[in-house]
Every structure is written in C-alpha cells, then in structure tokens.
C-alpha cells in the first residue's frame, strides 16, 4: 500500500464528510512519512468530495459539540483547503428534462433556505 501511496500525485476522497477529522489529519502524517516530503500530504494533491449539508461524521454517544469538534472543518489543516463548488448538475443536464431541472433547483433553494415551509397543511 504504502508504494501504491509513494507515486500517488492525486487522492479523491468522496463522502469526506462523515469522516472524522483525525482520518485527514493521519493521512496527512503517513503521506508526509511515505514519501519523506514536508510539504501538505507529501506534495499529493488530495480532492475532498460530499455535499457538506449531508451528514456529519457519526459518533456512537456523542454530544452535538463533539461531532463538531470531529468534523473536517474543524481541523487546522482545513485552512489549507482551496473550495470549489459545482454549479451545474451534471445528471439533471443530461436528462434534457425541465421538470427534473425545476426539481433540483427546487431541492437546491429548500436546502438553502430560499423556500419558506407551510406547516399549517
């Protein structure tokens, strides 16, 4: 594995954000180890891939300010962190099909809080 790792240039990582910080932060140590490089996980380039209004890292018995404390964000390599963000979604374009952009974009703006809810109904 660990050679695997050495001639690594590129790691994605997808579903990051149920990771625990401490994941990130030990693959930023054993890339460091592997290839006897300093720089940020060895000089790889790591892509962290999720949706982070999904689920945060899941914790058996845990307070709501530990499984803060454990997420991705919350470790000091997060500064480090260039972000990009999708724009288009890519399924929903294929399809060609205005209700299933319409449904996304609806799900988009509910998520984001653009769309009040009516709990009167």
């Known amino acids: 594995m660990a050679t695997a790792?050495?001639?690594?240039?590129?790691?994605?990582?997808?579903e990051c954000t149920m990771a625990h910080k401490h994941s990130l932060e030990?693959?930023?140590?054993?890339?460091?180890d592997i290839k006897n490089n300093?720089?940020?996980?060895?000089?790889?380039?790591?892509?962290l891939s999720d949706d982070f209004r999904q689920t945060l890292p899941v914790l058996p018995r845990s307070t709501y300010a530990d499984e803060?404390?454990?997420?991705?964000?919350?470790?000091?390599?997060?500064?480090?962190?260039?972000?990009v963000q999708l724009k288009v979604n890519m399924h929903v374009k294929m399809l060609q099909d205005p209700s299933a952009e319409t449904f996304s974009k609806q799900l988009l703006d509910t998520d984001d809080g653009k769309v009040?809810?009516?709990e009167t109904g």
């Not at 030990?26 to 460091?32: C, D, E, F, H, S």
């Not at 300093?38 to 892509?47: I, M, P, R, S, V």
């Not at 803060?68 to 972000?83: D, G, H, Q, T």
């Open 68 to 83: 803060i404390n454990a997420f991705l964000k919350s470790s000091p390599l997060w500064r480090n962190v260039e972000k």
């Open 5 to 14: 790792l050495k001639q690594c240039k590129i790691i994605i990582w997808d």
């Open 116 to 118: 009040t809810i009516d």
């Open 38 to 47: 300093d720089k940020l996980f060895g000089g790889t380039l790591l892509a």
């Open 26 to 32: 030990a693959l930023n140590k054993t890339l460091k």
